[in-house]
């Protein structure tokens, strides 16, 4: 594929110099059609061309001073899209191109033209053409936008589309197939791309390390961090390092590869089977929960700050033992803080009580979608605001007999 020019950004003066360049060739329409209407021979076409040009050039220059110099006053940049802010738009640059008609006008009762303005008749047919002069101009400034905007909302989507087929290649749909253990994880895209990351990644022996992340930012950028996280997750995987260890060695990268504002939560564990112990490391990530099969809850809160801010962070490392029965949530931020139109939060003790409603011997995957079915429940119609993510571990019960 053919790489696409990086896009000049608009200047205050470079817009000004493209004014010479533009209104010439806006001018010619305009000539043809006062002479057609006007003219008797070639000079009246000349002449034509020259009055247009002059109003061409002034109404420009009073909707290019407009842009720069009031619109910021008159439309802070950010305004959500309204039928008020439309109007005063429509009424912004109208009104410079009144200005600069007027502006003309005077030009030419002045110079070329000294009777322009010399009758009512003439002052009236002025108004009627200026009318319609500046309807044509506000037209075409409007459509060249709308175009601008059009193509700035495809790259914005393209890019959006691109960052979500980055991301749902790096998360894993398939989970290993255990004796005592079963694992499932679920995530839910949102408009947007955030950057949720989770993986399972066997080590040599019978442990698995399990990830779960939230990268701070959208788009392209998240996505390309997430996958820098598993990058670096999976190339340790086999060395046998402590789930502290590898959490530093993550951090370090994080700082040393991205800007200052990109940072991301995360929880590292290592669950083994035939001990069910769980070691873990939370990097200010949303607490995830043991729910213990006597009822009973344990939170893993043991570790440290999130990766990425501080290349020498130090992270601490608890481990936990399991019991058949137990099962272990972890999920992102979009879950607990999902809002409903009342700007209600989801919360954790509705994932709580969501979780422990479930039958004991609900599996993983059931229990990671009856989360999500209960999130969507509670915004009732309303469209998530960031990824949802769940990943859910079960010991299963001892097999009898």
Not at 200 to 226: F, M, N, R, S, T
Not at 296 to 312: A, F, N, P
Request: a neutral charge; charged letters at 20%; proline letters at 5%.
């Amino acid at each position: 594929m053919r790489p696409r020019r990086p896009k000049r950004p608009s200047t205050l003066w470079g817009d000004f110099l493209s004014l010479f360049f533009y209104v010439p060739l806006w001018s010619i329409p305009f000539a043809l059609f006062f002479g057609v209407v006007y003219g008797r021979n070639a000079g009246d076409f000349v002449d034509a061309y020259v009055v247009s040009l002059i109003f061409a050039f002034t109404i420009n220059v009073c909707i290019w001073a407009a842009q720069w110099f009031a619109r910021p006053w008159v439309l802070p940049q950010g305004g959500a899209p309204s039928r008020g802010r439309t109007i005063r738009h429509v009424a912004l640059f109208g009104g410079a191109a009144l200005v600069g008609t007027a502006v003309a006008a005077l030009v030419l009762q002045f110079t070329l033209m000294p009777g322009i303005l010399g009758s009512a008749r003439r002052v009236a047919t002025l108004v009627m053409f200026t009318l319609v002069f500046v309807t044509l101009v506000i037209g075409i400034v409007f459509a060249v936008r709308f175009y601008r905007d059009a193509i700035e909302r495809a790259r914005s989507d393209q890019e959006l589309n691109l960052a979500r087929r980055i991301q749902r290649s790096f998360l894993p749909s398939e989970f290993p197939g255990l004796k005592r253990i079963e694992m499932h994880a679920v995530n839910v895209s949102s408009r947007h791309v955030s950057g949720d990351f989770y993986d399972v990644v066997p080590e040599p022996g019978d442990g698995h390390l399990l990830a779960i992340a939230d990268v701070a930012g959208k788009g392209v950028p998240a996505a390309l961090l997430c996958s820098m996280l598993q990058a670096s997750l999976r190339m340790q995987a086999a060395d046998g390092r402590s789930v502290s260890e590898m959490m530093s060695r993550i951090n370090a990268l994080v700082h040393r590869s991205t800007t200052p504002e990109q940072f991301a939560t995360f929880v590292l564990a290592r669950i083994e089977e035939r001990s069910l112990r769980l070691s873990y490391s939370n990097a200010g990530h949303n607490v995830p929960v043991v729910f213990r099969a006597d009822g009973g809850r344990r939170m893993l809160e043991r570790g440290g700050t999130v990766v990425g801010i501080l290349e020498t962070a130090a992270y601490e490392e608890e481990s936990v033992e399991l019991a058949p029965g137990d099962r272990v949530v972890f999920y992102t931020d979009g879950i607990s803080e999902a809002e409903n139109a009342a700007r209600e939060m989801f919360g954790e003790d509705r994932l709580y009580e969501t979780i422990e409603r479930l039958p004991r011997d609900a599996d993983a995957r059931a229990i990671a979608l009856s989360v999500l079915d209960a999130v969507r429940a509670f915004l009732d119609g309303v469209e998530p605001g960031d990824d949802m993510t769940v990943m859910v571990v079960r010991v299963l019960e001892e097999q009898k007999g």
